[in-house]
């Protein structure tokens, strides 16, 4: 069975930095993931996009982090990873990993991904 787990999440003081992690493991080759992202829900809110990325290393990131957060995979590791930095009290929520088989490039798009993680939370204190 195919499973996402997330880690790295916590509680920050505004401007420090975190790193999330996303170990992907249940499924062996040929079965492989194309694209993983990182999408975030706060409380109220709709979940959103923050940084995709494909298996040709293309990366696209949510206007609102740009500059501040970076996306990565260690495809060894099977190790998707979010450092995020300069941290603001508005990335407060609970950030996913999420996974598609599809090859269409780095997407942010939320219906397109089939797997997804259980979710770590990040909360930025002013």
């Known amino acids: 069975q195919v499973q996402l787990v997330e880690s790295g999440g916590g509680s920050v003081q505004a401007g420090g930095s975190l790193r999330l992690s996303c170990a992907r493991s249940g499924y062996t080759f040929p079965f492989s993931f194309c694209s993983m992202a990182w999408f975030r829900q706060a409380p109220g809110k709709e979940r959103e996009g923050v940084a995709g990325?494909?298996?040709?290393?293309?990366?696209i990131y949510a206007d609102s982090i740009k500059g501040r957060f970076t996306i990565s995979e260690d495809s060894a590791k099977n190790t998707l990873y979010l450092q995020m930095s300069s941290l603001k009290p508005e990335d407060t929520a609970m950030y996913y990993c999420?996974?598609?088989?599809?090859?269409?490039?780095?997407?942010?798009?939320?219906?397109?991904?089939?797997?997804w993680g259980q979710g770590t939370q990040v909360t930025v204190s002013s």
């Open positions: 990325i494909d298996s040709a290393g293309r990366t």
């Open positions: 999420a996974a598609q088989r599809r090859c269409s490039g780095a997407s942010l798009v939320l219906s397109a991904f089939g797997y």
